[in-house]
């Protein structure tokens, strides 16, 4: 069975920087796609960023775009999210999952979620 944990949320000032890590157990990481998604209240959960298996691709929404970095860690079996620049519209609650489907931004075709962490930016 296939579990992610995320960690790294908290709160933080506009313009602040956080980093979420996302830590894998139970089938090895390089199998996935791993992506980034998150859900404001009262919206729908989009699409954030995706890392191709071997970490060599990414892709990322254009909201995100040249402010986030998406990298992996196999030998660690961690995705992490490094969020900079961040604004009030950031804030979310933050998820990693994993997909057998590459670079796949659609969230149907993930099979592993995590739990997700509150990630709040003040304005």
């Known amino acids: 069975q296939v579990q992610l944990v995320e960690s790294g949320g908290g709160l933080v000032q506009a313009g602040g920087s956080l980093r979420l890590s996302c830590v894998v157990s139970?089938?090895?990481?390089?199998?996935?796609?791993m992506g980034w998604f998150r859900q404001a209240p009262g919206q729908e959960r989009e699409f954030v960023a995706v890392i191709g298996w071997s970490g060599g691709t990414t892709a990322y929404a254009d909201s995100v775009k040249g402010r986030f970095t998406v990298s992996r860690d196999n030998d660690k079996n961690t995705v992490y999210l490094q969020m900079n620049s961040m604004k009030f519209e950031d804030t979310a609650v933050y998820y990693c999952a994993a997909s057998l489907a590459y670079m796949t931004f659609r969230g149907y075709e993930y099979s592993y979620w995590g739990q997700g962490t509150q990630v709040t930016v003040s304005s």
């Open positions: 139970g089938r090895m990481l390089s199998r996935y796609s």
